[in-house]
């Protein structure tokens, strides 16, 4: 799908601010090979442990978007190359993560989009402690499973349902 987050947030005006369409703030970075991509969301809640994470992508990802809500800690990453390459695997369009990453240039390589706030050198533990499929809110935007990612160079929105 070929879309533009400007053209969607101008066309889409009259939803902007609603629980219809949320604008994420402007502190993600872009990783992956795909700088738009969009797609229902898968939801995870976690806290420095990435047990969920990878259960969650070694599942078919069927063009979906999975969004970590990892608290927006700076402490540890909760996605690096080996995840990426599963989710580019098994057909994830791709993954927004309120937290870190690491392994820069192997999710660089990877053919999905993801978008992370940091980068940390350091691996989560693995208990696997954290919620499946629950509304998440990121910095005040709340993401029900099944909303709408769209996400490109100039940021990334959340619909309530897909937009035309």
């Not at 604008?23 to 995870?44: M, N, Y």
């Not at 940091?118 to 499929?133: C, F, M, N």
Request: charged share 20%; net charge neutral; with cysteine.
């Amino acid at each position: 799908m070929i879309f533009s987050t400007c053209d969607l947030c101008d066309a889409n005006e009259d939803k902007l601010g609603s629980a219809a369409l949320a604008v994420l703030p402007p502190v993600f970075i872009a990783f992956g090979k795909r700088q738009a991509f969009c797609g229902p969301a898968r939801t995870l809640k976690v806290h420095e442990d990435n047990v969920l994470v990878r259960s969650t992508l070694e599942t078919a990802g069927d063009g979906k978007v999975l969004v970590i809500d990892g608290g927006g800690s700076l402490r540890c990453a909760l996605v690096g190359g080996n995840l990426g390459v599963l989710a580019q695997k098994n057909g994830w369009a791709g993954i927004i993560v309120n937290g870190c990453v690491r392994d820069s240039a192997e999710l660089n390589a990877c053919d999905i989009g993801i978008r992370a706030l940091a980068l940390h050198p350091q691996r989560s533990v693995r208990k696997g402690v954290g919620e499946r499929d629950i509304s998440v809110s990121i910095a005040g935007v709340t993401i029900t499973p099944g909303a709408w990612i769209y996400a490109d160079a100039d940021g990334v929105l959340v619909a309530a349902q897909k937009l035309a």
